[in-house]
């Protein structure tokens, strides 16, 4: 016996590598009956579920237990049970109200965590172990973009949540993606003009923005349409995603020669940089002769209720409001309130939709099979879910919809009654030329399971 | 001896059925799907790896994500850079997490104990930190480093290969036979780790978990042999981190946060440190809970309990779904205390204590072992006879003859 012998030798080695080879040789004998189907996820039997993946921990888990309630309320609906909700106000309308083609929906739910990794995690296990047939769900553009292209590979249509970022349509759009929300591009374009109005057009800017695609593109979008408006920008300083204390970033802003701080945060992220920005007195600030001003380009009901007093009088944009007063926003607002006791947050508008949309587009194609169901997406006209009169662009599976310029308000009536609508600008003022995104969808056909 | 080697091939050979037959194994409890057996190999070869230095050395490294990460974003820009074949993106994985290996162990096994968990853990935050805002050019900070569609791919281009997704030779990196390739590695990498338990290195390095300090007075210096274990397990992190990216083409900072390299201490004692299947064991548990658990809402509770009468039905489901879904951290934490109160050595000391293996002595504390695995024990009694220890007597014996010469 030598010295340097390892002990487990060539005989082990030679046996292990055979039962390597024999390893990747078996698969065949083991992959289940997939290769039937015409397409990934073919739904057989009498009902078809639909996988909602959404953030239930993390800096984004008010948005994410939301979203979950629109989703069960859209469920109870296309299944024909409770009121119908905005079933009774959409128009064209194909769905019947006994599920979808005649089969039930059911569902099966995910936590994304709001990170890429567990996200993906959790679509794939939606989509190998429980056979969806569509995921949608997520509040997080670094997680809705990095899902789409884990769903456009598997062949499973993504139908994105909250994702604000111009990328998910933009730079990284794929042909089973489809956003109803809105962009950070569109906020830019809407919110500018307010912005002149209120705060001048001699201003100097500090961002602060959350570091990733969201946050960066939101970055990109505010900044040219502030600076199209004449305001200058001081810096723009990146934080990380779930920071918690923003004391360190906000410190610096006081003596940075900005007028305007704006947050390019979202969800607890923005709760916390607000309402720190707000105790060190900058609200009440002047700076260069003007008094210190704080934007958030983004924002919703819920993080107005977590933010308090500290949001009243800021500026931002909103997807939907539930204080709209068109029929469709009104039959959905108390459908909601009946289930949860709440009114509904735009997370909550725009998941449910995506649900609804999906839905009624496999009713128009007759089929599941993804390929027709992106078909009947593309180009479709609505009316009748809370944006007024709204498209599905084909060429990047966008939807084009009035933008809400929204203000926190002075004297809430009560705790839900936080925002309140400054503008509504029209779809025609925040539609663009896909093409300054780059990007391109890829091939929608359909895809067997691998 | 013998003994132990016949032994140690059963060992294997099981393993390897059971990893070719997983698929049919997991299926009864919902886990026969291949995106989570695939996590149980890789996660499988990252406890493996850091069983090597904690189960054996007692050295307890908080930053082993920092490996993962590294080899992550490896394999990644190799898939970038040089071709979709995972070849390449493994072996360079390997070597790049095996250097940030050797500078983060050089510099942090000069301390032991908790000084040295408290260097390691600094590093790994460091390292997250430079991947998630600094480097940001290199790592795509949080939204996470993919494979694009332009990418150069020089080595595929200068070839004339096409595809963008992963793959071995043409074999898909995706489903089953994504699972079954990282299978193959996980065998491998187990095997290897079993080669180390049997040989001298891994008989020196248990010699410095039960007593360093008498090691260094008989003259042995222990850190090279540390630093030695230390990139070996920085390298399977890293051959871990490289499967992660090729079945799931994405690198992200979160991989590398301080609650990744906690997780794989946790597989490791809540599997057995020290054991040879406990750290594959536990990161099964982990990951089981993550995925299938977690996934359990109180709708399929209702279902599944149903059989229940009427009256208090309702109440159990409440109660119950508090420990799934949203809740499975809860229920993974109980599970945690359970094993360390009752079981310190693990999962596989339960194991070890069902089937009466004798020499099991209970484990008094957390993270210790007393090589309870199947066939450790007779290899601590049978040390080779020409290793270790044994030289040194002759030349102090030598020495001593010179001595009574002289005088």
Known sequence: MTKSKIIVSRRTLLKTGLAGVATVAAPTFFIRDAWADDFCNMPKGDTVTFGFNVPQTGAYADEGADELRAYQLAVKHLNGEGDGGMLKTMKPLALKGNGVLGKKVAYVTGDTQTKSDAARASAKRMIEKDGVVMVTGGSSSGVAVAVQSLCHDAGVIFMAGLTHSNDTTGKDKRAYGFRHFFNAYMSGVALGPVLAENYGKDRAAYHLTADYTWGWTQEESIKNATEQLGWKTIKTVRTPLGAGDFSQYITPVVNSGADVLILNHYGKDMINSLTQAVQFGLREKMANGKKFEIVVPLFSELMAQGAGDNIKGILGTANWDWKLTDDATKTFTKSFGAAYGTPPSQAAQTCYVQAILYADACERAGTFNPTEVIKALEGFEFDGLGNGKTLYRAADHQCFKEVLVVKGKANPKDKYDLLEIVKNVPAADVTYDPAIFGGELGSSAAKKCG | ?407
């Open chain 2, 1 to 407: 001896m013998r003994n132990t080697k016949v032994r140690d091939v059963i060992l294997l050979g099981c393993f390897a059925v059971a990893a070719v037959a997983a698929p049919l194994l997991a299926a009864p409890f919902g886990a026969g799907y291949p995106d989570l057996l695939v996590k149980f190999a890789i996660f499988g070869i990252f406890a493996v790896g850091f069983n090597i230095l904690f189960g054996l050395t007692g050295y307890l490294s908080f930053g082993h994500a920092v490996f993962l990460g590294v080899g992550s974003y490896a394999a990644v820009w190799s898939f970038k850079l040089v071709s979709v074949n995972i070849l390449p993106a493994v072996i360079g994985a390997i070597l790049v997490s095996g250097l940030f290996a050797l500078a983060i162990g050089y510099v942090s096994l000069r301390r032991s104990g908790i000084y040295f968990s408290i260097l390691t853990l600094a590093f790994a935050q460091m390292c997250y930190n430079l991947a998630y805002s600094v480097l940001t050019p290199i790592t795509n900070g949080e939204t996470g480093l993919r494979v694009l569609r332009d990418d150069p791919r020089y080595l595929d281009s200068a070839v004339g290969v096409l595809g963008q997704s992963p793959s071995l030779f043409g074999l898909p990196m995706t489903g089953w036979t994504g699972y079954y390739v990282c299978a193959a590695v996980l065998v491998v990498a187990f095997a290897f780790s079993v080669a180390i338990f049997r040989s001298p290195f891994g008989m020196t390095l248990r010699a410095i978990k039960t007593n360093q300090n008498r090691m260094g007075y008989t003259g042995f210096n222990s850190r090279p042999y540390l630093l030695t274990a230390f990139v070996i397990s920085g390298m399977y992190a890293g051959l871990a981190g490289s499967l992660m990216a090729a079945t799931d083409p994405l690198a992200g900072a979160e991989r590398m946060q301080w609650t990744a390299s906690g997780e794989v201490v946790l597989m490791t004692i809540l599997g057995g440190a020290g054991t040879l299947l406990g750290p594959v064991l536990g990161s099964g548990v982990i990951k089981y809970f993550e995925n299938i658990f977690s996934a359990y809402n109180e709708a399929q509770l209702g279902t599944t309990l149903s059989f229940l009468p009427e009256s208090i039905h309702d109440g159990v489901v409440k109660t119950l779904s508090l420990f799934v879904g949203e809740g499975w951290q809860l229920t993974l934490g109980l599970l945690f205390m359970v094993v360390v109160i009752f079981l310190p050595g693990g999962i596989m000391e339960g194991v070890m204590r069902v089937f009466r293996v004798k020499h099991t002595p209970p484990v008094k504390s957390l993270g210790d072992s007393a090589q309870r695995d199947i066939v450790g024990e007779s290899v601590i009694e049978e040390m080779p006879a020409d290793y270790g220890a044994h030289p040194a007597p002759e030349k102090a014996l030598a020495e001593a003859k010179i001595g009574t010469t002289a005088q």
